[in-house]
C-alpha cells in the first residue's frame, strides 16, 4: 500500500494518534487524532488532523517522547483512511463511505 512506518500510539496526553513513524529522528510526522463520535447507529471512530479545527491538514511532527504507549499493530483499515486523508486519493475498492465532509478525517464505523 504506501512505504510509510505508519503506527497507533497513546500519547501521555491520553489522545490517540495514527501517524509516520521516523525512526531515525524518534518523531511521528503529519499525525491524526482518532476520536469516537456517538451516530444513531452506534460508535464511528473519526479521523481529524491533530491540530483540528484551527488545521485542516495533516501536518506538523510529535516526539517520541510525547508517548506513553505504541500499539504492536495499526489495523489495515486504519492505515487505508489515513493515507486517504493524508493525500486525499481513495485507495479503498468497497462500497465503505467515509467521507462525510471534513476537511483531511473520515470515519471507521464500528457499530
Do not use: W
Not at 83 to 89: F, G, P, Q
Amino acid at each position: 500500500m504506501s512505504n510509510y512506518d505508519i503506527r497507533l500510539a497513546k500519547l501521555v496526553s491520553g489522545e490517540m494518534i495514527v501517524a509516520k513513524y521516523d525512526g531515525i529522528a524518534r518523531k511521528y510526522e503529519d499525525p491524526a487524532t482518532i476520536q469516537a463520535m456517538p451516530t444513531q447507529n452506534g460508535n464511528q471512530m473519526v479521523l481529524l488532523p491533530y491540530g483540528y479545527p484551527f488545521d485542516q491538514e495533516m501536518h506538523g511532527e510529535i516526539s517520541f517522547d510525547h508517548v506513553l504507549f505504541e500499539y504492536k499493530n495499526c489495523p489495515e483499515e486504519l492505515k487505508t483512511k489515513y493515507i486517504e486523508a493524508l493525500t486525499n486519493i481513495s485507495l479503498s475498492s468497497g462500497g465503505l463511505d467515509l467521507g462525510g465532509g471534513t476537511p483531511g478525517g473520515g470515519g471507521l464505523d464500528l457499530g
